[in-house]
């Protein structure tokens, strides 16, 4: 279990079965909490410099999710959905939850589960079709589970229904205690994987590669559906024999069943002034990502590679997984 330096908490958590439970929990550990007003504007920490980034992410905010807007989504899901967390406690040095320097990355957990679920179920028994919800969009759920057990709470509440679907994606292995749930087949798991290399000196706190691949080959023996990830591809020196050593290591590894129907998202990294600037600070040692050569504009600070570059890897990486999982499918590289 994650055992924060400091929590940050609104008063009103205390009127939620979650928010009783999460600040009992972590009383007997002595940890100094404080109440706030907001957990989205929390003073003390919105002044700290760039380099304490590290410190901030030791720190847990508890609150209630105001916000319950379905965002369309055509990818692996029809909504993105508001859920139980945001932000996370790993440290990767790309991570998009960075949105304003070191002011909202860190974990923070929302307490209101009933009236989030309470809006999914609704949704979906009121469409003429099956939906898929994006629950995980914001934070690692696999993650957040550790602490408040709400995958343990949220999918067999869900699979009652007997109607839609719920996905969430995960760079960690921490899934012993979902995997005996009943969850009828409603549940979609995507595995997020890079080379270990880059797992060890980009995704900071994130699980092993071997672990993931072996918590990926569990999940599917426990009946979910499961998607792999590879993202995000981060074109470092001698990256086209990293990333073929992946696919290689995932069709050696991965168990018979996961291979039969597994499904792949492909996403290139894109990076940002505000990550450079906070990675300088905090992660003086780190690598360096960005690359004036081979890395573009896309407007707000942002960067992504170049097209032609761009055009070459995805070339590879389709030659590659045509290659290594040719009856799998890709549902889209971008």
């Not at 960690?172 to 290399?197: A, G, T």
Request: aromatic share 12%; with cysteine; hydrophobic share 35%.
């Amino acid at each position: 279990m994650f055992l924060p330096k400091a929590i940050y908490y609104e008063k009103e958590i205390q009127n939620y079965e979650l928010g009783k439970k999460l600040l009992n929990k972590y009383k007997k550990y002595n940890i100094p909490m404080s109440i706030i007003e907001n957990h989205n504007n929390i003073e003390s920490m919105r002044k700290k410099s760039n380099s304490e980034f590290p410190k901030l992410k030791q720190n847990l905010i508890i609150g209630v999710r105001k916000t319950h807007k379905f965002v369309p989504n055509h990818k692996t899901s029809d909504f993105l959905v508001p859920y139980t967390s945001s932000g996370c406690t790993a440290m990767c040095l790309y991570c998009y939850l960075v949105c304003n320097y070191n002011k909202c990355s860190y974990l923070r957990l929302y307490v209101n589960r009933e009236q989030m679920l309470d809006k999914i179920i609704k949704t979906s028994n009121n469409s003429e079709k099956d939906l898929t919800f994006e629950i995980g969009s914001n934070s690692d759920l696999i993650l957040e589970n550790t602490i408040t057990g709400n995958l343990e709470w949220t999918i067999p509440k869900f699979a009652k229904e007997e109607k839609g679907y719920l996905t969430f994606p995960t760079k960690f292995d921490m899934v012993d205690s979902i995997l005996n749930l009943d969850h009828k087949e409603r549940i979609i798991v995507r595995m997020s994987v890079n080379p270990e290399e880059i797992i060890r000196k980009v995704e900071f706190g994130t699980s092993s590669l071997e672990n993931r691949i072996k918590a990926i080959n569990k999940l599917k023996a426990s009946g979910y559906i499961v998607g792999i990830i590879i993202a995000p591809i981060v074109l470092v020196d001698d990256w086209k024999g990293k990333y073929l050593e992946l696919i290689k290591n995932l069709n050696d590894n991965l168990s018979n069943d996961v291979k039969n129907d597994v499904f792949f998202e492909l996403i290139f990294m894109t990076y940002s002034y505000v990550h450079r600037k906070i990675n300088e600070e905090a992660f003086p040692n780190a690598i360096n990502l960005y690359n004036s050569d081979e890395m573009t504009g896309r407007g707000r600070g942002k960067y992504m590679y170049r097209k032609e570059i761009k055009d070459e890897a995805e070339r590879f990486f389709r030659e590659q997984m045509r290659e290594y999982f040719p009856n799998n499918r890709i549902i889209y590289i971008v």
